[in-house]
């Protein structure tokens, strides 16, 4: 069964310095996505990246990139040069693509980033 | 398009009675989602339309909540009799029948059952 696990409930990164979220994941699916959304405290999820799992390259996006280690099943979220506007609820979240079967996307319990000036 | 809308943003109702929220997702896209997610936790899968067909249930979707997409447009999700444990926020998403897409989340509906 498809599972994330962040285990970070909180974090703290001075204002200008890089910081890493963690995610773990499960699944028994060899073709799959993972993807790391922000959730400000107005509530709406922003999509942030998206990783393939038969990307060859980590994926980027501005200040964000994946560190994407597929043998320990691994899909951190690397932020640099931390903004204060980067203060936010960060999920990290998967989904298969079976030939058949679900297409949902399963959602880790996220972490709390907190941004100091 | 500016993206998935959901109706109304806040309702705050009795318990035992029933509440309905709407979702209209991005116009071409054919998947669409529904999330559940409580304070301090991640979203909680629900349910999910491909198109009118509504393809898979989680075990959190008692009978009591029922949800429809007809016509393969927008989107409702009702509850009834309500119970204060469905204080929550209730997200819609939608994204392409496609693979590698993301989903594109509403700004949710917060719950409040007194």
């Known amino acids: 069964a498809q599972k994330i696990t962040q285990t970070q409930p909180g974090m703290f990164v001075q204002e200008k310095e890089a910081v890493t979220l963690d995610c773990t994941y499960d699944?028994?699916?060899?073709?799959?996505?993972l993807f790391w959304y922000k959730q400000p405290s107005s509530g709406e999820m922003i999509f942030l990246i998206y990783?393939?799992?038969?990307?060859?390259q980590n994926a980027t996006e501005g200040r964000y990139s994946l560190n994407f280690q597929k043998a320990r099943k691994s899909a951190n979220l690397v932020i640099s040069a931390s903004q204060l506007g980067d203060s936010a609820m960060y999920f990290c979240?998967?989904?298969?693509?079976?030939?058949?079967?679900?297409?949902?996307?399963?959602f880790g319990t996220g972490t709390r980033l907190k941004v100091l000036a | 398009d500016t993206g998935v809308s959901q109706n109304p943003r806040h309702k705050i109702t009795k318990r035992g009675q029933n509440v309905t929220f709407r979702c209209d997702p991005i116009s071409e896209h054919n998947r669409l989602y529904w999330y559940r997610q409580t304070l301090g936790q991640g979203p909680e899968f629900l349910t999910y339309?491909?198109?009118?067909?509504?393809?898979?249930k989680s075990r959190l979707l008692s009978d009591r909540f029922s949800a429809e997409r007809p016509k393969g447009s927008f989107s409702t999700l009702e509850i009834q009799r309500t119970e204060q444990g469905d204080s929550a926020m209730y997200l819609c998403?939608?994204?392409?029948?496609?693979?590698?897409?993301?989903?594109?989340f509403g700004q949710g509906t917060r719950l409040t059952v007194v």
């Open positions: 979240a998967m989904r298969e693509f079976p030939t058949s079967g679900t297409y949902k996307y399963i």
């Open positions: 699944t028994s699916d060899p073709s799959y996505g």
């Open positions: 998403a939608s994204s392409l029948a496609v693979g590698g897409t993301e989903a594109f």
């Open positions: 990783q393939g799992s038969y990307d060859q």
């Open positions: 339309f491909q198109n009118e067909a509504q393809l898979e």
